[in-house]
């Protein structure tokens, strides 16, 4: 009996370790450069692996400024404004692969002063897998979006700025909106109003303001991309209580966007084997 305690003890402690910071950190390029996805190392920014251009069937490339995972496992991206082909949309992308899929263009409403659509600076669900978005254009205000079109529509402005030279925006497991809505500010925004509520003006190791943010389980990170060309990029842990910065290190150059995947918890089998093999000591030790 105390063999099979210790046993389950075990088990139980190997199960919660395999399920601590497990997500996988994937990141692609858009900031002044053709869109790439990548994984990334969450622990100090390098490169783990190139997975490839971020074209679609026909060939057209995605500089992509936003990722977000589903809660049901699908990438999905928001492309970057500067090229009209690909330009302001919603878009489905093959985590192993790298190719593309469009959803639908956002049409957020909000233009330039040479006509270039908003798209969304950033993208993040939350649990209950509704998809959220913060403007490039117009303001940095927050929009829901419709994951089957694409449409992206206006939860309300928030007050902060006129433009958005960061746009970062992640969801916490608690349904806290966290924002970088500028260089200087971090803070979070109301769901329902749009309302932003400025917490600090962040640290950035590599200049320039945050581009994306996104959390793996309770801890936010974020991908501080810096002026220059190619422009540097750091990643970093934020205080959510302070705005505190943990810089990690330094990452691929043009990053401008992160997402986290959780992959298929590997416990459940692990855990049938176990309990079989419990079964089986107890059994032979009578």
Do not use: C, W
Request: hydrophobic fraction near 40%.
């Amino acid at each position: 009996m105390k063999l099979l305690k210790s046993l389950l003890v075990l088990l139980g402690v190997l199960s919660f370790a395999s399920h601590a910071n497990a997500g996988i950190l994937y990141a692609a390029t858009s900031a002044g450069a053709p869109g790439e996805l990548y994984i990334i190392n969450q622990a100090n920014g390098a490169l783990v692996q190139d997975i490839g251009p971020l074209n679609d069937a026909s060939g057209l490339n995605y500089p992509i400024t936003g990722l977000a995972f589903s809660p049901s496992g699908v990438l999905y991206g928001s492309s970057g404004d500067k090229f009209p082909g690909s330009q302001a949309k919603l878009v489905k992308i093959n985590p192993a692969t790298a190719q593309v899929t469009l959803v639908g263009s956002f049409n957020a409403g909000p233009t330039n002063t040479d006509g270039v659509p908003a798209t969304m600076a950033d993208i993040e669900f939350d649990a209950a897998g509704n998809l959220y978005g913060v403007a490039s254009i117009g303001g940095p205000s927050l929009y829901s979006i419709n994951v089957g079109t694409g449409q992206a529509t206006l939860v309300g402005p928030n007050g902060a700025a006129t433009s958005s030279t960061g746009g970062g925006l992640g969801i916490s497991p608690g349904k806290v909106f966290y924002g970088t809505p500028t260089s200087s500010r971090f803070g979070t925004y109301d769901s329902t109003t749009g309302v932003y509520t400025n917490i600090a003006n962040p640290t950035k190791p590599a200049g320039g303001g945050y581009g994306a943010l996104s959390f793996d389980g309770s801890v936010l990170y974020g991908l501080n991309v810096g002026s220059g060309s190619p422009p540097p990029t750091h990643l970093v842990i934020f205080n959510q209580a302070t705005g505190a910065i943990t810089d990690l290190g330094t990452s691929v150059n043009s990053l401008d966007a992160i997402a986290f995947r959780v992959p298929e918890p590997a416990t459940i089998t692990f855990g049938v084997f176990a309990l079989g093999t419990l079964v089986s000591i107890r059994r032979r030790s009578r």
